[in-house]
């Protein structure tokens, strides 16, 4: 049982390339998260899929767009990558009331 | 609206005394609430949840937390700091109504734990 798991762990894109960060889990969970931590900010909801099949924007969804593949995987795609979108991004589901993460993506965009 | 306030960014602590981390919150409904922690380059564990039942909620690792609705607070203590417990710690509010998904993180507290 993988729990959550997030790919790439690290990745060095330059302003303007696209990317997409794929993450799965193994326990049957419904509801899917992506957040990004940025130091002294806590972390903030992108986006959310409560199903699948349904997606949700979050707090702090511009440059970013995601897909409910099925109900393993959510994925986040950055189409054109900036600066500011430089952090560290954290997958999660939820199941009996608590979120589950996974070890998140380190994204430097140069 | 929900929020979640937790009242100190750093706090510092010698090994073997007391730990006490300060979180406050808001919301319209009756809440669940959470601690999670962090350790260097790592995820985020789950340390204990509140969701209605007892008010003094005990987690892993010897932390607990009190429920006080009057204060609407949800304070983190540990009455004997280890120096495996440097970390950053949030406190997480998710308003319990059906249908409801997102959950409201604090900005973290970074526990030093001093030799």
């Known amino acids: 049982n993988a729990g959550v798991t997030q790919t790439p762990k690290f990745q060095v894109l330059k302003t303007g390339q696209s990317m997409t960060l794929q993450c799965a889990q193994d326990m049957n969970h419904n509801s899917m998260y992506w957040y990004r931590q940025d130091p002294g900010m806590g972390l903030r909801l992108i986006y959310y899929?409560?199903?699948?099949?349904?997606?949700d924007k979050g707090e702090v969804p511009n440059g970013y767009n995601v897909s409910r593949l099925n109900k393993r995987e959510f994925s986040l795609r950055l189409e054109s990558a900036a600066p500011s979108q430089t952090s560290v991004y954290f997958c999660?589901?939820?199941?009996?009331?608590?979120?589950?993460f996974g070890p998140g993506t380190r994204l430097t965009v140069l | 609206a929900q929020s979640v306030t937790q009242l100190d960014s750093h706090v510092s602590v010698s090994e073997g005394t007391p730990v006490l981390l300060r979180c406050n919150y808001s919301s319209s409904y009756s809440p669940s609430l959470f601690w999670y922690v962090q350790h260097p380059n790592k995820g985020l564990q789950l340390l204990l949840k509140?969701?209605?039942?007892?008010?003094l909620v005990k987690g892993i690792n010897g932390f607990e937390a009190e429920f006080k609705k009057s204060e609407t607070s949800f304070h983190l203590t540990k009455p004997s700091a280890h120096m495996s417990d440097a970390a950053e710690y949030f406190c997480?509010?998710?308003?319990?109504?059906?249908?409801?998904?997102?959950?409201?993180f604090g900005t973290g507290t970074r526990l030093k734990v001093l030799a």
């Open positions: 899929s409560a199903s699948e099949g349904t997606t």
């Open positions: 997480v509010v998710s308003p319990s109504t059906s249908g409801t998904y997102k959950y409201i």
């Open positions: 509140y969701t209605s039942a007892a008010t």
């Open positions: 999660a589901s939820r199941g009996q009331g608590e979120q589950f």
